[in-house]
């Protein structure tokens, strides 16, 4: 399921936070977009989930147009926000069902999926506990898992590893590169991050709104003749930190 942007532009008032964005993600495929804080990476995934609606431009998935096609192609779509949206007090399982059931599924139904989710996050023990007394780490497994519920095609992350010691970073990371290649998952990966970035991965660099460069971070790599994705990043955007 792949998804389309062509000729995006949005502004908050006289600020253009995304110029022209044009882009298309690629089925199956973990897809990176790299930009530094205020890039405009946020503003991307609001338009993508709709928080926002469109000024101009357009965003189509699996070739439906999200404005026109709205509820076909919010299904399609699990999210994980750059702030956590579980609620604390609740239990991991009150969580999850509570979202399950906004997806239409009865208890029944949502049972087996919750279980082979968490299953897979290691997460299984830990269903009555309160989502307040897990670490950062177990709480961002149980928002992916929460997001998959439904089994979506696309999953979108933004800044999903942010707060998350480094060995916790890896393996979030490993593990939904797993789900792309064994699921066929879509993933878009919103970081700051350079070195969330492998050579295969499709990878986007947004900078000030704009989009400077799209490819496999190898092909970009070779191109731009760097030897890694931090030097093409300064030679891109000239920023040295
Ligand atoms: P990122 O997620 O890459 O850090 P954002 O999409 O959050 O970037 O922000 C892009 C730009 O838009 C920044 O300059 C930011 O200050 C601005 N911005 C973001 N949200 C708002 C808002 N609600 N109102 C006004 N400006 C905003
Ligand atoms: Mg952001």
């Known amino acids: 399921m792949s998804i389309d942007i062509r000729n995006l532009s949005f502004s908050y008032g006289s600020l253009l936070a995304l110029e022209d964005i044009n882009l298309t993600l690629q089925e199956g495929r973990f897809n990176a977009l790299l930009g530094p804080n205020g890039a405009g990476k946020s503003t991307l995934f609001a338009l993508l989930t709709r928080l926002y609606a469109l000024q101009s431009g357009d965003i189509s998935i699996a070739g439906h147009s999200i404005a026109q096609h709205p509820a076909q192609v919010m299904r399609k779509l699990g999210v994980v926000f750059q702030q956590s949206t579980l609620d604390l007090d609740l239990t991991v399982a009150q969580n999850l069902y509570y979202h399950a059931a906004l997806h239409g599924m009865s208890k029944r139904?949502?049972?087996?999926?919750?279980?082979?989710?968490?299953?897979?996050?290691?997460?299984?023990?830990?269903?009555?506990?309160?989502?307040?007394?897990?670490?950062?780490?177990?709480?961002?497994?149980?928002?992916?898992?929460?997001?998959?519920?439904?089994?979506?095609e696309i999953l979108l992350l933004d800044e999903p590893s942010?707060?998350?010691?480094?060995?916790?970073?890896?393996?979030?990371?490993?593990?939904?590169?797993?789900?792309?290649?064994?699921?066929?998952?879509?993933?878009?990966?919103?970081?700051?991050?350079?070195?969330?970035?492998?050579?295969?991965?499709?990878?986007?660099?947004?900078?000030?709104?704009?989009?400077?460069?799209?490819?496999?971070?190898?092909?970009?790599?070779?191109?731009?003749?760097?030897?890694?994705?931090?030097?093409?990043?300064?030679?891109?955007?000239?920023?040295t930190e």
């Not at 780490?137 to 979506?152: M, S, T």
């Not at 290649?181 to 295969?200: G, I, K, N, R, Y």
């Not at 931090?230 to 955007?237: A, D, Q, V």
């Open 109 to 152: 139904q949502a049972r087996p999926r919750i279980s082979e989710q968490l299953a897979r996050f290691d997460l299984q023990d830990r269903l009555d506990e309160k989502v307040r007394h897990l670490n950062g780490g177990h709480r961002r497994r149980v928002e992916i898992a929460r997001a998959l519920l439904h089994k979506p």
């Open 162 to 239: 942010v707060g998350l010691d480094p060995a916790t970073r890896e393996s979030l990371n490993q593990h939904i590169r797993q789900l792309c290649q064994t699921e066929q998952l879509t993933a878009f990966w919103a970081t700051h991050l350079m070195e969330e970035v492998q050579s295969d991965d499709l990878v986007t660099i947004l900078f000030k709104g704009k989009v400077l460069a799209s490819d496999t971070a190898a092909q970009l790599c070779q191109q731009h003749r760097c030897a890694d994705i931090s030097s093409l990043f300064r030679s891109l955007t000239g920023v």
